[in-house]
């Protein structure tokens, strides 16, 4: 069985794990990682939540809300979602992502959105649609 729950200091190497793995872009700086990690932690608008199973974290989800004009309120961004390998296609990503939603119905967003360029039909099968390009420029 498969928990669903908020994220705590105790994840850290877990999850620390999970994002070197899920990074393509970008190398996963071990201390910028941890700075990071507390400062998520501390930020009302940041949710952190963990999957477990089989007594260890097998994938997280980190996402954020803000306010908008276009939306007439809050939206809610799925930041980074990464599940471990050998526990994909299991219902995992999905149970973050309702869980994810779920937070952000509480807190009265309008609507979900991310981006991506590898699971784009996991997330049509969850009911998102594509509604824009994603640029980016490193800083």
């Given amino acids: 069985m498969t928990i669903i729950r908020a ?3 105790e994840d850290v190497e877990a999850i620390f794990v999970l994002a070197k793995a899920f ?3 970008f190398e996963v700086d071990e201390t910028a990682f941890r700075r990071t990690f507390s ?3 501390a930020t009302s608008d940041a949710n952190l939540i963990v999957a477990e199973g089989q007594g260890q974290v097998v994938g ?3 996402g954020f809300d803000h306010g908008t004009f276009y939306a007439n309120g809050r939206v809610a961004w799925v930041e980074e979602i990464a599940v471990s390998a050998e ?5 995992i990503g999905k149970l973050l992502m309702q869980e994810f939603e779920r937070w952000a119905r509480q807190r009265e967003c309008r609507l ?3 981006a991506t360029r590898r699971a784009a039909a996991f997330y ?3 009911g998102y649609e594509a509604s824009a390009a994603y640029f980016r420029k490193k800083l």
Wanted: glycine letters at 8%.
């Fill in 7 to 9: 994220a705590g200091l």
């Fill in 23 to 25: 990074a393509t872009s």
């Fill in 39 to 41: 400062e998520v932690l």
């Fill in 60 to 62: 997280y989800l980190l």
């Fill in 87 to 91: 526990f994909r296609r299991k219902g």
């Fill in 112 to 114: 979900v959105a991310l």
């Fill in 124 to 126: 049509e099968a969850l």
